[in-house]
Nanobody, 120 residues
Framework: VQLQASGGGLVQAGGSLRLSCAAS????????MSWFRQAPGKEREWVAL???????YYPDSVKGRFTISRDNAKNTVYLQMNSLKPEDTAVYYC???????????????WGQGTQVTVSS
C-alpha cells in the first residue's frame, strides 16, 4: 500500500483544515487507517483511527474537534480538523495496517507527511 497525504497548510487558531490521504491498491477497505502527528522534538502521537468496519477512535486531546472518515470507493481517508489550536502544529502522517492499533510502531505503511501550522 502506498499512501499520499495532502491538505496541510497555515491556519489561524480556531480555524479548520481537512487532510486527505490517498491510498493505492485494491484492498484499501480492509485496512485500519490512522492519522499521527509529530511536532519538533516530540514523539509521534496518534490522533485518530478508523477501522475497516468504520469504527472511529480519538485521544482526549482532539476528541470533539477532529473527525476521521474514509471513502473506500476513492481509496481515501480524511481528517477534518476544527477549532485548531497552536499546539496542533505538527507534521501529520497517515498510516495503514491490517488490524487496530494505536501504536505508531505497529503500522506497516506510512504517507510522507503534511505540515499543519496553527498561528495564535
Amino acid at each position: 500500500v502506498q499512501l499520499q497525504a495532502s491538505g496541510g497548510g497555515l491556519v489561524q487558531a480556531g480555524g479548520s483544515l481537512r487532510l486527505s490521504c490517498a491510498a493505492s491498491g485494491s484492498t484499501f477497505s480492509s485496512y485500519t487507517m490512522s492519522w499521527f502527528r509529530q511536532a519538533p522534538g516530540k514523539e509521534r502521537e496518534w490522533v485518530a483511527l478508523i477501522s475497516s468496519g468504520g469504527s472511529t477512535y480519538y485521544p482526549d486531546s482532539v476528541k470533539g474537534r477532529f473527525t476521521i472518515s474514509r471513502d473506500n470507493a476513492k481509496n481515501t481517508v480524511y481528517l477534518q480538523m476544527n477549532s485548531l489550536k497552536p499546539e496542533d502544529t505538527a507534521v501529520y502522517y497517515c498510516a495503514a495496517r491490517k488490524s487496530t492499533s494505536f501504536a505508531a510502531r505497529m503500522y506497516d505503511y506510512w504517507g510522507q507527511g503534511t505540515q499543519v501550522t496553527v498561528s495564535s
